[in-house]
């Protein structure tokens, strides 16, 4: 792989270094500002329609300064703020599930997609079942997780891991695919085994893909999340949302949905992190291009 | 420096050999009844234009496609042939490829060690070792623990090769590997090639369009017939090895220049107007 060395050279520059120089890069560059504009703009525009002018069908939604009165109270009106210990078990929960059906994708997605883009007869014989249950969405697997899994968590993590899972399979046999026949062919003639072959060439070559694939499915599982979470009785941010939904509160449904936000972006970002740390190589490639 | 004087192996036998496609248009005769004998050591420069059918024969040199009629054969040991279509890729016939195949993923001198390692012939740490002085001795060092992405293209195609030559391979196979570089450091390259050459006895299978290219390197350049492939004309380059750049405006080198010019161009035109695509 990518991070086995032969030996500790010099040269190599440590994950914590080389996120301190992006991040050094990357304040100094515009995006950060943009970024920040993006945001002001956002909800700018969400407090000028819903608050100020009331414009008509925005006049019924909360506005951001509803929200953040109730996510900042100590004695939240519908009892769900930052002071309120549930509110963590929610996030918490929510975390756990998506955490767990994410290795679980992971740990079965990246092997089936490299053996789907490696293997023409494996693949022939799986990939159409594999689109076929592709489109179905989560919804509709929910009575089946229901009968199929016991317990509340097995049929919620089932759920959420189900799409995620289709995701990084597609993406690391795209990743496969994506090798240039030359790679497989000079470890060949360097007497590398098939096997070797698909632990040096095939595996790191799909790498790229596969965290593509990977930043993909943690999206998606907190995607599924809600859906899962309408099977699960008490806890989690998707559960949260449909109960406030139910007992119209319609200020901590939008306290729910945008801590799943802001959760799902720093899943991805740290999924992305890890990435960068096992592709030194593009990373450096990256640098030298002048790219971020 | 002359080629019989360090030849041992590495000869190159390729008898009548066919090969015909199934494309879609139906069967395309790539290469048909081509005879060619590479001597031990020897740098013999393969010329025609694109598409002509001679990567198809370098492909089978190597064992990546089969043949579908006569035979080759490396110091007397069938490749392949009559019984066994398709070669086995292996290190004593290493190719450096038109695009160059460095593993980015992998440090220089990682590629450089690799094939050893994957062999089982030495440990990583023998290997980096040995990797070490030999991309030292291509001029290569301070670039080990860079990845190839971070280097000029002309340090990756000498580090490609330098790969190569770690197998102490009997015959290089490069088909077209400074296509994509710049006149400036082809010749650079063209020089560096030269020097690695005299100093590890290799033959060398060189496939190429220019022919400039051609009689500045090779022992003798063997310009073939567009599709189907096999040698209209061979050509021995009498200008003795070791030889530099100032060799390239010499009359001799200009002589067979124009020997070959017309040679090369009917098949370019016969190329063009057949509207081949590359294979």
Redesign the interface.
């Known amino acids: 792989?990518?991070n086995a060395?032969?030996?500790t050279?010099?040269?190599?520059i440590g994950a914590w270094d080389m996120l301190m120089y992006r991040l050094s890069k990357w304040i100094k560059s515009p995006t950060p500002y943009l970024m920040l504009v993006g945001f002001a703009l956002f909800f700018g525009a969400w407090f000028l329609l819903s608050e100020v002018f009331k414009v008509w069908r925005f006049a019924s939604l909360p506005g951001p300064r509803a929200v953040l009165v109730e996510w900042f109270n100590p004695n939240p009106v519908y009892g769900m703020s930052l002071y309120t210990p549930d509110f963590y078990v929610h996030i918490w929960s929510s975390m756990r599930r998506v955490l767990y059906a994410f290795l679980i994708s992971t740990a079965l997605g990246v092997p089936f997609g490299l053996f789907l883009g490696w293997s023409r007869s494996f693949r022939e014989y799986t990939f159409p079942v594999f689109e076929m249950l592709r489109p179905i969405p989560v919804l509709a697997w929910v009575p089946l997780a229901i009968v199929m899994f016991k317990g509340q968590e097995s049929p919620v993590i089932f759920l959420t891991t189900l799409a995620s899972f289709y995701a990084t399979a597609l993406n690391t046999m795209l990743g496969v695919q994506s090798i240039?026949e030359?790679?497989p062919?000079?470890?060949?003639?360097?007497?590398?085994?098939k096997w070797?072959i698909f632990r040096?060439?095939i595996v790191?070559?799909a790498?790229p893909f596969i965290f593509t694939g990977l930043q993909i499915s943690v999206g998606v599982a907190w995607f599924s999340l809600v859906a899962a979470e309408m099977v699960s009785g008490e806890y989690g941010l998707g559960y949260l949302i449909l109960a406030s939904y139910v007992n119209v509160q319609y200020v901590v449904i939008i306290i729910g949905m945008i801590s799943v936000g802001i959760v799902g972006y720093v899943s991805s970002a740290l999924v992305r992190l890890a990435g960068d740390y096992m592709?030194?190589?593009?990373v450096?490639?990256l640098a030298?291009g002048g790219g971020r | 420096m002359n080629r019989q004087e360090f030849a041992t192996k590495g000869a190159i036998r390729i008898e009548h050999v066919d090969k015909v496609y199934h494309a879609r248009e139906g069967e395309v005769q790539a290469v048909a009844d081509c005879s060619l004998d590479i001597r031990p050591g020897e740098i013999c420069m393969i010329v025609g234009p694109s598409g002509c059918g001679k990567t198809t024969l370098l492909n089978a040199i190597?064992?990546?496609h089969d043949i579908t009629g006569g035979a080759i054969y490396l110091d007397g040991e069938m490749l392949c042939g009559p019984d066994r279509p398709k070669a086995d890729?292996?290190?004593d016939?290493?190719?450096v490829?038109?695009?160059g195949?460095l593993?980015?993923?992998?440090?220089n001198?990682?590629n450089v060690?690799?094939?050893p390692v994957?062999?089982g012939k030495m440990n990583?740490?023998e290997?980096?070792e040995k990797a070490r002085g030999m991309m030292a001795d291509a001029g290569l060092a301070g670039v080990?623990?860079?990845?190839p992405?971070?280097v000029s293209s002309g340090m990756r195609r000498r580090v490609e090769i330098v790969?190569?030559l770690m197998?102490d391979p009997k015959v290089l196979l490069l088909d077209e590997p400074f296509r994509a570089l710049d006149q400036l450091t082809k010749s650079v390259m063209h020089e560096a090639l030269l020097e690695i050459y005299y100093k590890n006895k290799v033959t060398i299978f060189f496939i190429t369009h220019d022919l400039e290219e051609a009689i500045f390197l090779g022992h003798r350049v063997a310009i073939m017939t567009t599709r189907p492939c096999k040698p209209k004309k061979i050509l021995e380059v009498d200008i003795p090895h070791p030889r530099n750049y100032s060799v390239l405006t010499s009359a001799r080198f200009r002589e067979l220049m124009e020997e070959t010019v017309s040679a090369v161009h009917e098949e370019a035109v016969k190329a063009f107007e057949a509207g081949e695509k590359e294979m």
């Open positions: 792989m990518a060395r032969l030996s050279s010099a040269g190599e240039d030359s790679y062919r000079a470890a060949a003639c360097l007497g590398a085994s070797q040096h060439i790191p070559g790498l592709m030194q190589w593009r450096r490639e030298l | 190597a064992g990546f890729p292996g290190p016939r290493v190719v490829f038109q695009n195949a593993f980015p993923w992998k440090t001198l990682e060690a690799f094939g994957v062999q990583r740490k290997a980096a080990e623990h860079n990845y992405g971070e790969r190569a197998n």
